[in-house]
């Protein structure tokens, strides 16, 4: 079936350093983007989404980036910090299949200190 | 803290025996999800309900079955219970049919 993947199992940047999250997806019917920070023992947590119909959207230091051609998907985390440390997912939602999210694999975000 | 209430955090039980896990929605919140998160397969979406009815299903086996009650808070019932049952159980919840879903802290199912 349809899947979203992720390029990198862990990712490590030293505090305040800029961290970027990457996703392929491969269904292209896909509407609607999502990632979340899952922190260790906790249900996943929203950061940002992004509709199909935009390439870019930004929140309070992240921006997540969507490239429709290539199927893609990136977090940007800007001026990264230890509390960032978590798991992130992307998501992705074909409106039409009703509001089911098939999530990726997750990358492990480390911050050095 | 997201709203979304589930019980019980942590559940260990036997192989063959059925389990219920429940799922309290936000506030106003008419829909319910809910997905399995274990090491081998990750979060996997298992069923939505809408307002008491079924809305969408994904990989959710026969054993497993779910409804949402008129106050809206749901029940995941697990039966004939097998030991690659055991895994994470969320339930998140959104105002409606569609849109931002919302993540409980989940419930811990072990099965020995």
């Known amino acids: 079936g349809e899947s979203v993947g992720l390029h990198l199992p862990t990712l490590s940047v030293q505090e305040g350093d800029n961290s970027i999250i990457n996703c392929a997806y491969s269904?292209?019917?896909?509407?609607?983007f999502i990632w979340y920070k899952q922190e260790s023992g906790k249900g996943p947590q929203f950061i940002i989404d992004?509709?199909?119909?935009?390439d870019k959207r930004q929140g309070q230091r992240v921006t997540v980036l969507l490239n429709k051609t290539v199927k893609h998907l990136s977090l940007q985390i800007a001026a990264t910090q230890p509390g960032d440390s978590a798991v992130y997912f992307c998501?992705?939602?074909?409106?039409?299949?009703?509001?089911?999210?098939?999530f990726g694999g997750g990358t492990r975000l480390m911050v050095k200190p | 803290d997201s709203g979304v209430t589930q019980t019980p955090k942590h559940l260990i039980t036997a192989t063959g025996q059925r389990v219920t896990l429940r799922c309290s929605p936000r506030?106003?919140?008419?829909?319910v999800y809910w997905y399995q998160q274990s090491l081998d397969q990750g979060l996997q979406f298992l069923i939505q309900?809408?307002?008491?009815?079924?809305?969408a299903k994904g990989n959710i086996l026969e054993r497993f079955s779910a409804q949402q009650f008129p106050d809206l808070h749901s029940e995941l019932n697990l039966s004939s219970l097998e030991l690659g049952d055991s895994a994470l159980y969320f339930c998140?919840?959104?105002?409606?049919?569609?849109?931002?879903?919302?993540f409980g802290p989940g419930t811990r199912l072990t099965v020995l």
């Open positions: 309900y809408y307002n008491g009815e079924e809305r």
């Open positions: 506030s106003g919140d008419l829909s």
């Open positions: 998140a919840s959104s105002f409606g049919a569609s849109g931002e879903q919302f």
């Open positions: 992004i509709r199909s119909n935009m």
């Open positions: 269904n292209s019917a896909s509407d609607y």
């Open positions: 998501a992705e939602n074909d409106n039409n299949a009703g509001n089911m999210l098939t």
